[in-house]
Every structure is written in C-alpha cells, then in structure tokens.
C-alpha cells in the first residue's frame, strides 16, 4: 500500500513540475533487404515533434515531417560497401538508438565490349579536357541544401535497359570501369522527363558524357542525364517533375543513342532504379 502511494506520488509530480514526457520512437527501413548501390528510406514513428537526427557513418541523414510524429529520409548505400552488418545512430531529443542494418552483396553484371582504340585510349589533348571537365563537375554535389523533390522519384524515359547500375566493363579485353548509372535504349529525338522538382545546376557538352544535364532536388539527391542531343533547359531553371528538359542523344563518348541516367545521394553514386522503387517516398502529389 505504502508503495502504491509512493509511485503515486512520483507520477504527480513528474506530471507537474514540467519534466518534459519521454517518448519512445519505433523504425522501418525500405527496402528491407539492401545491396551495394541501393537507395535506401529511414522512417521514424514517434509521439514527439522534435526533429529527428541520424548518421550512417559519417554521413547525415536528412529527415522530413511527413505527418503528425512521422520523419522520412533518404540515403544510399556506396557501390563499394563491405557486404555485412552496420549502424545507423538515431537521436531524438534524449532518446538514441542504433538501428543495425545489414548490407548484402550486389551481383553486378560483367559487359564486354570491343571498340576502336581511338576510343579507348584519349589524346593528350582529350585527356587534358576530360580532366578539367572532371574537376569542375566533382564540385556540383553540396548537400547541405534545402529540399525541393516531392514524392517519389519517376523513370525519365519508358524504354528497355542496355546497361545495368554497376556492371563491371571488359573493353578489348581489358577491366577499364565500373558502370555507374543506368543506360535506357532511346531512338534520337525522344522526349527525356524530368525525375522530380529540382534545379538545373549543370548543362553544359562534356568529353565523356556529351550534352549532359545535372539537376539538383535538394538535401543533397541529384540526377544526371548524359549523352543528350540537345537541352531544353539553361542552368539555373527551375523545373518540375515530368518536365522535358532534352531529347535522346548520342553525344560524347557513345556508340548510339541511348540516355545515360545517373544519381547521388549525399555524395554516393547509387543505383536510380533503387529510387524509383521507394515505396516510402510515395505520396498523393504522385499525378503523373
């Protein structure tokens, strides 16, 4: 009896003196099963309002109130990840957690490929270009940026896949790269979309990828369109998703038309595909 009017007691005054309440918060990580390159969703289910915080690693997440005690974020995965278990730190006001995750391995595909040496081995001069082009573009990735992408991600050309995310490419019997983006089979002149809201922070021809389109969603999620025949967008334009900002192309370094599709989050390039799949980042903005 005497410790029943004891807790009592102890309930009264937490419930009074302004201690502020401790919540619990509950996690889902989509998919449920990750690979090298994905895209991946954390999303926080609490009854407190405080903005969550979170590390994979060193690299922060950035969440989003997408509801009353519900924070979404994006992250990724990099394509050279150790296969195996690791941590993503949570806080919550005084609440922390460290959520395990496990990292599986990806089967990439090997493409073979024989071509004329004169594009396979560059000019001093080419060489020199390809460089310069490569060190202005390793500058366009910030990720402390506000967020502009709505909803989930679209595919920005309805059309087969050439070249897998992470193929690993033997050219004239030599390893020479690691695909990093998605190649779609495209006729010249196609219409290429949009993925989602974003700016334009780059269109500009390249060595490599030729009329090449970089935009920028926000908290650090850009996509790339490459090897375009030509821009309907300038840099510095706002667009929407499901905006045309080019047509198919075989500019740059390719050997027909095709569009070159890639993205980054938060520095890491990852598989656009894995994006596209988020159900989590589904919402009723999604029209098209």
């Not at 006729?187 to 970089?214: D, P, R």
């Not at 900002?245 to 598989?271: D, Y």
């Amino acid at each position: 009896m005497q410790q029943m009017i004891f807790t009592t007691i102890i309930l009264i005054i937490i419930l009074f003196s302004g201690i502020p309440p401790v919540y619990a918060f509950q996690t889902e990580v989509e998919p449920q099963v990750l690979k090298q390159g994905d895209a991946f969703a954390l999303i926080i289910y609490s009854e407190s309002s405080i903005e969550p915080e979170a590390y994979f690693g060193k690299r922060k997440l950035y969440f989003n109130k997408i509801g009353d005690g519900i924070f979404k974020a994006v992250s990724a995965i990099n394509l050279n990840t150790k296969p195996g278990p690791y941590l993503i730190e949570i806080k919550q006001g005084e609440q922390k957690k460290k959520l395990r995750i496990k990292v599986n391995k990806a089967r990439f595909p090997i493409q073979r490929l024989t071509l004329p040496e004169d594009m396979v081995f560059l000019s001093p001069e080419d060489e020199c270009r390809a460089n310069r082009e490569a060190e202005r573009v390793s500058l366009i990735w910030p990720v402390e940026s506000e967020k502009i992408w709505e909803g989930s991600f679209v595919v920005p050309l309805q059309s087969e896949i050439l070249t897998a995310f992470g193929a690993k490419r033997i050219i004239n019997s030599k390893k020479k790269s690691v695909h990093t983006g998605v190649d779609f089979r495209g006729q010249e002149g196609e219409e290429v979309k949009v993925m989602n809201n974003g700016i334009v922070v780059f269109a500009e021809n390249l060595f490599f990828g030729g009329n090449t389109i970089i935009l920028n969603h926000g908290q650090g999620i850009y996509s790339i369109y490459m090897h375009l025949s030509k821009f309907r967008v300038k840099t510095g334009q706002k667009v929407s998703k499901g905006d045309v900002i080019g047509w198919v192309g075989s500019s740059g370094r390719a050997t027909g038309s095709h569009l070159h599709l890639g993205m980054k989050i938060q520095g890491v390039s990852v598989n656009p595909l894995s994006v596209i799949k988020l159900k989590l980042l589904k919402s009723s903005y999604d029209i098209i």
